[in-house]
């Protein structure tokens, strides 16, 4: 594996039911760049890191727990993920690791297809990485985040950070928003049945967004086209993050159909 100079890696634990290998060695081939792209285990952040120069991994993704934890070992970050305090992508060029989050612009541009988010409120559900992440990226466009968390000091934390309102989750039939926002794993397969909010509060929004996109109808999303609500599943969000790491990674234009054609391939098959 030494000096193998086209590789690339998703990091996170677990890692064997990503869809990020799929999407990513799809559009690696279809842009016929000689490289591939692989899931790696690891416990911590560090070995993320010592793995990277190592193999000479060219560009990295970074999920879930590690992704606030590498920051620490990298040479340099963008002002994005600091603001985020969270990074999903590493570029290693020249031996210098570089960070950057793409987790918030692919949200915006998700999102963007459905709903303006200038001027109008979002209620986000969760205070991890992908709550910052939406908050980030509906304050850069002129939304109002309003957060919604199970941990309160956790979500007073993120608000108090990003001057945003908080709530507790258990409050969420007092909250009237344009949108409501799914940043939680609650409904994410197997545990298919579980929604994070009862059914009957999804009438105070115009649109429900759930960051999951496996499955990519969740219960939540059922529950909110029975009351009314425009749906948007997690799937664009994870094709434009992904294609914003090909992007920075090789400086090129990634397949966009392409990558959504497969990834759907293998939800509907599973
Ligand atoms: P995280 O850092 O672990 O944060 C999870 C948040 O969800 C925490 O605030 C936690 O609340 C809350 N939570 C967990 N289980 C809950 C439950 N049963 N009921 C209510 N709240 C619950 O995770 P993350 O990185 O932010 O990721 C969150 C979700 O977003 C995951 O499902 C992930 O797959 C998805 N995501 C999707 C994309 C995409 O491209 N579509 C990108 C990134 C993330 P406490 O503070 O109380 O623990």
């Known amino acids: ?26 559009a690696l081939k279809e842009m016929k760049i000689d490289a591939r792209y692989i899931a790696i285990r690891v416990e911590n952040a560090r070995e993320i890191t010592r793995k990277i120069k190592e193999m000479n991994i060219r560009g990295a993704s970074i999920t879930i727990p590690h992704k606030t934890a590498v ?44 709903i303006e988010i200038e001027g109008k409120t979002f209620a986000i559900l969760g205070a991890g990485g992908a709550a910052r992440a939406a908050v980030f990226g509906i304050l850069q466009e002129g939304g109002t985040p309003v957060i919604l968390n199970r941990t309160v000091t956790k979500g007073e934390k993120l608000a108090k950070e990003f001057g945003c309102d908080f ?23 197997p545990d298919m049945e579980i929604s994070p909010v009862r059914a009957e509060t999804l009438s105070n929004f115009g649109c429900v967004m759930d960051m999951i996109y496996n499955p990519l109808k969740t219960r939540l999303l059922k529950d909110a086209q029975e009351a009314g609500c ?19 990674w090789t400086g090129l234009r990634p397949p966009l159909d392409l990558m959504k054609q497969v990834v759907l391939e293998e939800l509907t098959n599973e």
């Open 230 to 248: 425009s749906v948007i599943s997690g799937l664009p969000m994870f094709i434009y993050q992904g294609a914003e790491q090909i992007r920075i």
């Open 167 to 189: 709530h507790p989750i258990s409050e969420v039939e007092k909250i009237k928003a344009d949108c409501l926002i799914n940043s939680t794993p609650a409904g994410m397969f």
């Open 1 to 26: 594996m030494k000096n193998n100079k086209n590789i690339y890696a998703l990091f996170g634990n677990p890692v064997e039911h990503s869809l990020s290998p799929v999407m990513h060695n799809a």
């Open 71 to 114: 920051m620490d070992y990298l040479d340099e970050v963008s002002e994005s993920s600091m603001m985020i305090g969270a990074v999903n992508t590493l570029t290693f060029t020249d031996g210098r690791l570089e960070g950057d989050n793409t987790d918030w612009t692919g949200f915006t541009l998700a999102l963007k297809e459905s």
